[in-house]
């Protein structure tokens, strides 16, 4: 069982991992002075395949996490037991979801 806690909570931060990649995707492009020198037209909203993209792998995140939770909680009988890494992913993943579900 404690193998598929590590297997959870490694999914769990590469699908974090892919959700910050597709953020930067998503997100409208900056302008810079290269940008303004060369007249180059650039996407000023966001891409909302890539916000779509988003919302799911923040999903799959938030179960990864709630399940590795919910797995946790069998098996930590004693006060000592590390849940912490688990729990802030959860509230990582939870905001992230409410905020990219904001956007859409």
């Known amino acids: 069982m404690t193998h598929l806690l590590f297997v959870l909570n490694f999914c769990a931060w590469g699908v974090l991992f892919i959700s910050v990649l597709v953020f930067h995707k998503a997100q409208p492009e900056f302008e810079t002075f290269f940008d303004k020198f060369y007249r180059l037209n650039l996407r ?45 992913l959860g509230f990582l993943y939870l905001f992230l979801f409410l905020v990219s579900w904001a956007i859409l």
């Open 44 to 88: 000023t909203s966001w891409d909302m395949k890539f916000v779509q993209y988003l919302v799911n792998t923040v999903f799959v995140g938030l179960i990864i996490s709630a399940l590795g939770l919910g797995l946790s909680r069998f098996r930590a009988r004693r006060k000592t037991d590390p849940k912490k890494n688990l729990i802030l």
